[in-house]
């Protein structure tokens, strides 16, 4: 009898253990929304003192990946375009959008014209590109 109740249980372990690699697997495979990233947008002007700064610190803090990131000048008159054009030589993932003197919520709309993720995260630095440091470290503290 005893073992009887032994074979019980290891064959309900097993059957759990089966179940549950079937569910691994179904969720590792099959799973719809896995994987959904979004894309950041960063509207600028004349932001030449911050620029560099802020892209590379975006691709430092993801470790390099060819992760997308999209710069919309809203017509700088500084040396803020060369120095996005410098940057897209050294990440392929930057790409840069000239739209020269539309206000920021008219970039924002013409930029979702090239963009298909589901996700986007817009942020406006064309007043104020001196706190962006702030807002970064807290966002990538959390």
């Not at 179940?19 to 994987?35: D, E, H, I, S, T």
């Not at 802020?54 to 060819?66: K, P, Q, S």
């Not at 050294?90 to 298909?116: N, R, S």
Request: proline share 4%; aromatic share 12%.
């Amino acid at each position: 009898m005893p073992f009887d109740i032994v074979i019980i249980f290891m064959t309900v372990f097993a059957m759990f253990g089966v179940l549950y690699v079937f569910q691994v697997f179904f969720l590792f495979y099959f799973r719809k929304n896995a994987g959904i990233r979004h894309e950041t947008v960063i509207v600028v002007k004349n932001a030449q003192d911050k620029i560099e700064g802020i892209v590379r610190g975006f691709y430092r803090h993801h470790n390099g990946r060819a992760e997308e990131l999209w710069i919309v000048d809203g017509g700088s008159s500084d040396q803020t375009i060369e120095i996005l054009e410098r940057l897209s030589l050294t990440f392929p993932g930057l790409k840069v959008l000239m739209l020269p003197e539309l206000p920021p919520k008219a970039c924002m709309q013409e930029t979702l014209k090239y963009i298909d993720k589901p996700a986007i995260l817009f942020l406006d630095l064309t007043t104020h590109a001196g706190n962006i440091d702030d807002f970064l470290r807290q966002k990538v503290s959390k």
